[in-house]
């Protein structure tokens, strides 16, 4: 299946193409427009000419910082963002032998997988939760157990990245995050 979370045709094709783009991906997507973050792992396959975790991992921190902050930029925050992205790719090398979906295929179960996610640089639970969700719903990588360790992310609807194949499951997906944001803060006491 050929993702279009990017809304960028050679940046979703990037990101079918490469586990560890995709995992990059969702290491981005924070603080960041959805199709923005997802954007980054394309970019950095241009100025790298690789998206393989091992030469992410071996690059000079100091070259690939600035690699991330060539305009445009892989984020808005590129400095730590490149950091984050050099540790993922680090730990993706030193534990899965720069085989990123080794890191969900090998999951015994989903408490498994979820215990994996939140293991990574970067990765909350919830976070994890919405990538274990991701994989489900357009990988198909199903581990048994999964819908209860994500909750609500697995259920039908446009609740995250999940659940965006197209450029109108997008915006329904970010007037969702709209609603709960508006709704969290209607339900915040006032001092």
Known sequence: MAFQIAQDPAADQVLTDSSFALLAGMALDQQYPMEHAFRGPA??????????????????????????????????????????????????VDEYDGDTARLWNEAADGKDLLKRMTAL????????????????????VRPAGWETVVGDYALDGYRSVADVVDGDSLLKVRAYKQEKKAAAKTAAPTA
């Open 43 to 92: 970019k950095i396959l241009e100025r790298l000419g690789s998206i393989d975790p091992r030469d992410i991992a071996a690059a000079d921190p100091e070259a690939f910082a600035a690699l991330c902050a060539t305009t445009p930029a892989v984020h808005r925050f590129p400095g730590s963002m490149a950091g984050k992205l050099q540790a993922l790719a680090q730990l993706i």
């Open 121 to 140: 640089p970067g990765f909350g639970k919830q976070k994890a939760q919405i990538f274990v969700a991701l994989l489900a719903k357009q990988v198909g």
